[in-house]
């Protein structure tokens, strides 16, 4: 847990500082550009994965012709999706009518390739729990590419400092983990393991896919029905409400998925660690989704420029609506580890359905009815991805909502005060240095003053391991 915090942190907080300098030199439209792009992203690396990388991470008795099996598969279908997307190019500028997504299209695509080379000693570290390794290679990517990035955005290179920045975060990752891994391909191919791998990886795969075209269809629409420049402040107020989710849900899943999957057939201790993996990871991401809505404003003013203001309501409407987003992932990724990825399939089917139908009837609301649609529909997951965790571990939606009801009280509170506090401050980053102190206090007080058994449990966990942090310990004592 520890080197996948250092991972997740160094590599998440590295990628959003830098994306905060990039975009201060760049304009929305920019962004926009890379955004009409993300659904072919993700849907070929949805594809290129095929769950291949979750069926080894399950599989009990993985040996060796699984991993040649799995890595030549990848190959395959990485090197065919860049060829789809290349020759697919001139067709998708024409749908945006956007030109400059030809080359574009064509470059950003060979980071498929690039992926397919590494994916499985990745997934061999995840396996073997070497965090300290990954953590490693991330932070090495990330930070030499994000230079390489900065200084093309500054020197007037627009859009292709974005491109080249992700190609190169590639190429080094890729390199690395070839350097330090000990596995590498041997010349087989068995069809026995392609078949056990890829029968828990169809289902995976199928849902991923729904799941993908979901979560990009509204950059389509977004990109077809508005401006480019909407567009932009539309993503970069999605990447900024979904980094704290992101980022303490990638510590936590990282190490819980093949922590979780030896326990698969205890149903006690799984339920056990996945109570603590439930209302843990929501005590710190709650509180940070409410204080950025209550800050919204002079937090876009601050971090990128007056030019940006459009997208602090979408940031706010983004981050009431990201408090579901980490209870749906744990409760998928509870059936992901029971194997059950028939079931996962099964309420993407239904789900998304009633997602398409929401997007579309919000169209000619605008793009704030367009993100208070997204917003709503996280909630409609939830109800239903706690359907099955309920019958498998009798921990519905009942059960799950008055576990995490002291959190969402306390974070509520919290953010009312912080809105109080700052609203007649006449600078933005006067009332960030005043909201910021002013929630974390209010919040671990109402904590505290609730002998929350979270706060408790965090804390001494941080005390055991930081002795030193002395204001820490006066506070839960």
């Known amino acids: 847990m520890k080197w996948s915090s250092i991972e997740s942190f160094g590599t998440t907080g590295m990628s959003f500082v830098i994306s905060i300098i990039i975009a201060r030199r760049l304009i929305p439209a920019d962004y ?18 095929s769950g291949i990388s979750s069926a080894l991470i399950q599989k009990k008795d993985v040996n060796n012709d699984d991993y040649s099996t799995a890595f030549y598969f990848n190959m395959m279908v990485g090197i065919g999706l860049y060829g789809i997307l290349y020759f697919a190019a001139p067709f998708i500028a024409e749908f945006y009518n956007q030109p400059i997504l030809t ?9 498929l390739i690039i992926s397919a080379l590494s994916m499985v000693q990745g997934t061999i570290l995840s396996i073997k729990l070497d965090f300290r390794s990954k953590a490693r290679n991330s932070l090495v990517s990330v930070i030499f590419s994000g230079i390489a990035g900065i200084i093309m ?7 292709w400092a974005l491109v080249w920045q992700g190609v190169l975060s590639g190429i080094i990752m890729m390199v690395l983990l070839w350097y330090y891994s000990s596995w590498k391909p041997s010349f087989t191919f068995k069809k026995k393991s392609f078949k056990a791998l890829f029968g828990f990886g169809s289902k995976h795969l199928v849902s991923s896919t729904i799941n993908t075209i979901y979560d990009n269809l509204s950059t389509i629409v977004i990109g077809k029905v508005y401006q480019a420049s909407d567009l932009g402040y539309y993503t970069r107020a999605n990447s900024i409400s979904t980094l704290p989710g992101s ?20 149903n006690v201790a799984l339920l056990s660690m ?22 919204a404003w002079p937090l876009i003013e601050v971090l990128l420029g007056e030019r940006w203001l459009p997208s602090a309501g979408m940031l706010i409407i983004a981050c009431f609506g990201c408090l579901s987003s980490p209870l749906s992932n744990v409760n998928l990724n509870l059936l992901y580890v029971k194997g059950r990825t028939d079931l996962v399939l099964k309420l993407e089917l239904m789900k998304k359905p009633i997602a398409f139908i929401m997007i579309i009837a919000a169209i000619p609301t605008g793009i704030y009815g367009m993100c208070t649609a ?17 019958k498998i571990l009798n921990y519905g939606l009942k059960k799950q909502v008055m576990d995490i009801l002291p959190i969402l009280l306390y974070s509520l509170c919290m953010a009312a005060c912080v809105v109080v506090a700052t609203i007649w401050l006449p600078y933005a980053w ?8 002013v929630g974390i206090i209010i919040y671990i007080m109402l904590a ?15 005390l055991t391991r930081f002795p030193s942090i002395r204001v820490l310990n006066y506070i839960v004592k």
Do not use: E
């Not at 080359?103 to 980071?111: A, E, G």
């Not at 955005?153 to 859009?159: E, I, R």
């Open 448 to 462: 505290k003053f609730n002998n929350d058994k979270t706060l408790m449990s965090l804390a001494g966990n941080v």
């Open 103 to 111: 080359p574009v299209t064509r470059v950003i695509s060979t980071t």
């Open 374 to 390: 997204m917003a709503l529909y996280n909630y409609v997951a939830f109800c239903f991805n706690c359907h099955y965790t309920g």
């Open 32 to 49: 926009g550009v890379m955004g009409m792009l993300t659904i072919f992203l993700a849907l070929s690396n949805t594809f290129l994965n």
């Open 153 to 159: 955005a500054y020197n007037g290179f627009g859009v």
């Open 247 to 266: 980022f303490i849900m990638n510590i936590i899943q990282k190490v819980n998925y093949p922590v979780l999957a030896k326990l698969q057939d205890d």
């Open 430 to 437: 006067l009332k960030l240095m005043v909201g910021i102190p």
């Open 274 to 295: 996945y109570s603590i993996l439930l209302r843990a990871p929501l005590f710190l991401i709650f509180p940070i989704l409410f204080g950025m809505a209550a800050l």
